[in-house]
């Protein structure tokens, strides 16, 4: 089945610093792929979204492409503020139902 | 406003004591699921709702039951809680069809079974 791997945390950056939280898939099919981030004691919310190859999903300064021939969908952020800090989630559709995989999360600390 | 709402927040009970999480959305949503959430296992799917009346079980269904009875409320029923059931539960609900897929999720409750 669909299933989504992405890299263990924590991640530490001061402020400003380049993020880069690593993202990749395996399916069958063509699934939608997404980020979502879930800050300190909340649920989580949709951060960016692909549909198909290439698709480039932007939202608040992150951005993520979906690249078919790596099977990847990392996410990246130019300039990291403190109120990024928290867990991100990568995530991709599956082969049948409205269901989402999720990764195991990535727990991002960004520090003054 | 647009949102899923549960109830408790916070939940202590002990082994064996029946309780209900409750789960309501306004966004007059098709689907709605439960998942819950371990350190180091990330979300896993419990069940899931297509529309009134139609359940169906998820990666994780073993000691849950769900109902559908009206578009809006999607409970979760632990009948017996054991404390391997202690974890942080989400309840997201989104509409259907097309790539617009958007899944929106409550704030969590947090269960302790002692």
């Known amino acids: 089945g669909n299933s989504v791997t992405q890299m263990e945390g924590p991640v530490t950056l001061s402020e400003e610093a380049f993020l880069t939280i690593n993202c990749t898939y395996t399916a069958t099919g063509y699934p939608s792929l997404f980020w979502y981030v879930q800050y300190p004691g909340e649920g989580l919310q949709l951060l960016l979204k692909a549909t198909k190859a290439d698709d480039k999903g932007s939202n608040k300064g992150f951005e993520a492409t979906y690249r078919k021939e790596t099977t990847s969908f990392h996410l990246e952020k130019g300039s990291v503020q403190v109120s990024d800090s928290a867990v991100y989630f990568c995530?991709?559709?599956?082969?049948?139902?409205?269901?989402?995989?999720f990764g195991k999360g990535t727990s991002l600390l960004v520090t003054p | 406003e647009a949102q899923v709402t549960q109830n408790p927040r916070y939940l202590i009970t002990v082994t064996g004591k029946k309780l209900t999480v409750t789960c309501s959305q306004n966004?007059?949503?098709?689907?709605m699921s439960w998942y819950r959430q371990d350190p180091g296992l990330g979300l896993r799917q419990i069940y899931y709702s297509m529309n009134v009346e139609v359940t169906d079980k998820g990666d994780v269904p073993e000691g849950y039951k769900v109902s559908r009875k009206e578009k809006r409320n999607f409970p979760l029923i632990l009948e017996s809680p054991s404390p391997n059931q202690t974890s942080l539960y989400f309840c997201a609900s989104s509409t259907l069809g097309g790539t617009n897929e958007k899944l929106f999720f409550g704030s969590g409750t947090q269960l302790s079974v002692l």
């Open positions: 995530a991709l559709s599956r082969s049948s139902g409205y269901a989402l995989n």
């Open positions: 966004m007059n949503h098709e689907y």
